[in-house]
Antibody, heavy 124, light 108 residues
């Protein structure tokens, strides 16, 4: 079955750019699913960051939209997250997840497969 | 943007029924998904499209959604059900996926 694995630096300097990659195995990123990023600050709840379709179509959290870029690399079967101008408030566990569903509208899709998550700390 | 309100905590004795609510304006018109998250682990989908269960999730887990409240019901609660639970919807007014604040289920 499909598995997701996040990777990237665990420490990012303030004002820098956070870059993470999610490798998809056991399935194709070009399937009829969307691919999402979710984060969780220490001791807090889940926050949706954004998502991408293999065509390159994206949706972003309005509160992060000015700093976020999600891209897809079909040749490597992976998708990536870049978050610029980071501060300590961006310290979190970052998860990638697959969005799937049977509804005609992908807005109603749900996250059925998750990566294990990777911790990113913003500190000098 | 759309706000989903969950009680911070719910406590239940083993073998009893736990009900975790998720409040939102006319949430009954939306599709609600529920995720379970145990400490140090990634979230796991337990209910989708209000009341459907993924394969591998016990029948003890069920969901409903009407009016301004969606509810996750866990019957015959076990110690292993102790976790944080999050509801989630798509908010069409702001074009984003929204999570509730989460509910910590404690099994007494």
């Amino acid at each position: 079955q499909v598995q997701l694995q996040e990777s990237g630096p665990g420490l990012v300097k303030p004002s820098g750019t956070l870059s993470l990659t999610c490798a998809v195995s056991g399935g194709s990123i070009s399937s009829s699913n969307w691919w999402s990023w979710v984060r969780q600050p220490p001791g807090k709840g889940l926050e949706w960051i954004g998502e991408i379709y293999h065509s390159g179509s994206t949706n972003y959290n309005p509160s992060l939209k000015s700093r976020v870029t999600i891209s897809v690399d079909k040749s490597k079967n992976q998708f990536s997250l870049k978050l610029s101008s980071v501060t300590a408030a961006d310290t979190a566990v970052y998860y990638c997840a697959r969005l799937t569903g049977t509804a005609p509208d992908y807005y109603y899709y749900y996250m059925d497969v998750w990566g294990k998550g990777t911790t990113v700390t913003v500190s000098s | 943007s759309y706000v989903l309100t969950q009680p911070p905590s719910v406590s239940v004795a083993p073998g009893k029924t736990a009900r975790i609510t998720c409040g939102g304006n006319n949430i009954g018109s939306k599709s609600v998904h529920w995720y379970q998250q145990k400490p140090g682990q990634a979230p796991v989908l337990v209910i989708y499209y209000d009341s459907d269960r993924p394969s591998g999730i016990p029948e003890r887990f069920s969901g409903s959604n009407s009016g301004n409240t969606a509810t996750l019901t866990i019957s015959r609660v076990e110690a292993g059900d102790e976790a944080d639970y999050y509801c989630q919807v798509w908010d069409s007014s702001s074009d984003q996926r929204v999570f509730g604040g989460g509910t910590k289920l404690t099994v007494l």
